[in-house]
């Protein structure tokens, strides 16, 4: 029960949060240089047809009532009709979020798998062999920007032995997935190599206390004490660092859909700023905002299965 209220009273406090997002990111857009109307027309457009245009969007009224507008479109999630896309809002993120959703899903998967193993074989053998190979393999893959590393893969498993695509969605469930093999461990990579890192430290850490010590004078197996002493405590600073990469994921994947032709969320964030798509612009700022606050909620209860001394 009290974790129950616990959510509640941390999606109650969401509210306040995404209130403030809401005004920053209008002022934030009215703040940008430049004529929404006139970059949408060109240059060379008759000045009626921009007045005609700024009327349509609701530019000629003052500031308070364009928030409202805003507001009232958030709350009834009609967010209008893109002024680039000529499409509705709502229609054109839901095209796109599934594949920034999925690239971000296969990002984790590939990070997880290659951070947690050779972290716990880092940690657990510190300064031998092992862990300094892999400090050096983690160094070396913090090093790599991830469009150059995407490059890579896509010319050697793309160009050179032809067994995935070097760029596009596809149109089946398998193509999506091949689609997304080589764009997820190109932006996994950097990140698995700090968790990597992090989690090999929490280790190192936690091994040298001296409850792990006495669960060891107990005659407690030394797998028990592995898993349940040591593992589990190095978790938590791993799991607060895959929650913040995971978000990051989520708004910054823009480089890699770019070098992988990948029509998500990040490139349409881009190219809606360029454009002063209003509509756009907020719509997809107030979501991944959202998504963020969203994850910090699911991270805090983690926190509580993987170490009992934390409350709710």
């Given amino acids: 029960m009290s974790h129950i209220n616990y959510i509640v009273k941390r999606l109650l406090q969401i509210l306040p949060v995404l209130l403030c997002v809401t005004i920053l990111i209008f002022a934030m857009m009215r703040l940008i240089p430049g004529d929404p109307a006139r970059i949408q027309l060109g240059e060379n457009a008759r000045e009626a047809a921009v007045q005609a245009l700024r009327l349509k969007m609701g530019l000629d009224k003052p500031l308070v009532t364009q928030y409202f507008i805003f507001m009232k479109q958030l709350i009834t999630l009609d967010l209008g009709t893109s002024l680039l896309y000529k499409i509705p809002v709502v229609k054109l993120i839901s ?45 070396a893959a913090i090093s790599m920007p991830s469009f150059w590393l995407g490059i890579l893969l896509m010319l050697f498993f793309g160009v050179h032995l032809r067994l995935l695509p070097v760029g596009g969605w596809g149109s089946t469930p398998l193509e999506h997935l091949k689609g997304l093999l080589l764009p997820g461990i190109a932006s996994a990579m950097v990140t698995a190599a700090l968790v990597m890192r992090n989690l090999r430290n929490s280790i190192v850490d936690i091994n040298s206390l001296d409850y792990v010590d006495f669960a060891r004078s107990k005659g407690l197996m030394d797998k028990t004490v592995k898993k349940n002493y040591i593992m589990r405590n190095a978790l938590l600073s791993a799991v607060t660092l895959l929650s913040m990469r995971f978000a990051w994921l989520l708004g910054g994947s823009v480089v890699i859909e770019t070098v992988f032709a990948l029509p998500g969320i990040g490139k349409l964030l881009v190219d809606s700023i360029f454009a002063r798509d209003y509509p756009v612009v907020q719509s997809v700022v107030f979501l991944l905002s959202f998504s963020v606050l969203v994850i910090n909620l699911i991270t805090d209860v983690l926190y509580a299965f993987l170490d009992p001394r934390i409350r709710l």
């Fill in 95 to 139: 095209q796109r979020i599934g594949l920034t959703f999925s690239l971000a899903g296969v990002s984790m998967f590939f990070i997880i798998l290659i951070s947690f193993p050779l972290g716990y074989i880092a940690g657990m053998n510190k300064d031998k062999a092992a862990d300094q190979t892999i400090r050096v393999i983690s160094l």
